[in-house]
């Protein structure tokens, strides 16, 4: 049964994937991308790390991919019909880089020797946790004593560093507009 629920995830995370680099709506993309997000939330459960889990719907499905939608629905604007003499504005001039029709041959052969280097780490290396008996343990509250005991300090500076963002950011968004010397009266 927990193979049947790990495949279906994985063709869950690839297929949501697959269709976000295939389609051309980005609405779509954007929904495409809640279904790869959810697939990944659901190999992190069945991988024992339920806070990466939540973390991963409440932060990326529930923040970010919210915000993302609203971007697209409130930029998005209907293309103006175009006549066959106009010029488009915009074009990627990269895509003439490789000869035509040859173009994926080097992306194909990176991919493929990065593919292999990894397989042969992954097959040489010693993983000391596969030798131990799997079994669920809970690992949101091991994550909080240790984030409240021993990690205090870091916990506490990476607080500090992300309020100091939030207030430059807010401080830059701000307008700058200064009332004339010279006002009419």
């Not at 929904?31 to 991988?47: C, D, H, R």
């Not at 889990?53 to 939608?69: C, N, P, R």
């Amino acid at each position: 049964m927990v193979q049947l629920a790990f495949y279906f995830f994985a063709a869950l995370t690839l297929g949501g994937a697959l269709a976000v680099l295939l389609t051309r709506n980005v609405l779509y993309a954007a929904f495409f991308l809640l279904l790869t997000l959810f697939g990944v939330a659901g190999l992190f459960v069945l991988a024992g790390a339920d806070f990466l889990a939540v973390g991963q719907i409440m932060i990326y499905v529930g923040g970010v991919l919210v915000l993302v939608i609203f971007g697209v629905m409130l930029t998005h604007k209907p293309e103006p019909p175009t006549d066959l003499n106009s010029q488009q504005p915009n074009r990627i001039v990269s895509a003439n880089r490789f000869a035509k029709g040859v173009g994926w041959i080097i992306p194909v052969l990176v991919a493929g020797a990065l593919f292999a280097a990894l397989q042969m780490l992954l097959a040489r290396a010693n993983f000391a946790l596969l030798d131990q008996p799997a079994g669920w343990q809970n690992t949101t509250t091991v994550i909080g004593k240790q984030l409240m005991t021993e990690y205090v300090v870091p916990f506490e500076i990476a607080g500090i560093l992300l309020l100091a963002a939030l207030v430059g950011a807010t401080y830059l968004a701000a307008s700058h507009t200064k009332p004339s010397r010279h006002a009419t009266r």
